[in-house]
């Protein structure tokens, strides 16, 4: 690393962080100054943030919150991840926050957020977490529900484990390597493709994982709670599966089946009660062909044709 990276007296480190906070600029401008970070840029409100986010190429974000703000901090944060918000999915983001509650937690754990800062906050604090983001950063997993670093306590079993991932480290690539703006757009492309090959194969497992437990108590006309959430999963899952396919070359016949699939269990899971039972029938065996249809697809090669 550079000499005397995020550490006080340092002059002219090109960082360009985005703070969100409501706290005066000036607060945040003279921590800036003393751990050497020479582009910072202020901001107050989530609405401003999403601007900043698209319009602009940055290095790290760290959002500022008091309570009341977690839930859209944590949407924030899960949309980025999602490649729904900004130019870099993998963009180090911090949250800085009183000491969060349960609930708090829950949100944190599940957004995709590289790590939380309890204030109150500190130089010395910032530049260590600045400092480990960029040279011992957690690589990403993905799962049907989540993209973000790992928090894994321990190995899952070997039927939910998924593989973890190098991601392209905008601190790293700014301090270390110096990559340039086109070095580092290509590098997430290609990155950003990886993640959503694993997402896709986890939406496999999860179609057959959930389709399996929740149609057969279904077509016996056990609709209880925990089968019609597991429908309403199905559903959603199926839902972004079709429109993730629908921008893959050479998916086109599969994100139709799947897609005629999503609105069929969104169908059904609006009003349960008033499907007929043959409907339920019809979409188990048209689930478990999409399933598999496009666990073969994520192999390179269709097994069957899709329906039409």
Sequence with gaps: MKTAVFSQGLQRVWISIVVMDSSPASYWRSICHTAGLRRPSFISDFSDLRTELNQEEIDCLLISIPRSGFSTAGRTVKAIRNGQLGRDPFLPILIASDPPGGEEMRILAGC????????????????????????????????????????????????IEAPLMEVPNALADRILANVQVKSRTAARQAAWGEVMRQRLTRYAENMRLLGGRSFPPALKGDLNAEVLEDMRRLARIAEDAWKRLEREAGAEPLARQIGDVALRMRSFVQAPNEAPRDLLAHLQADLGHSASGLAAFLSGAVAEPPRA
């Design 112 to 159: 995709g957020v590289d790590a939380v800062l309890v204030r109150p906050l500190s130089v010395g604090k910032i530049c260590d977490r600045l400092r480990l983001l960029t040279t011992q950063r957690r690589p990403f997993v993905v799962t049907a529900d989540y993209i973000g670093p790992d928090r894994r306590a321990a190995p899952r079993t070997a039927a």
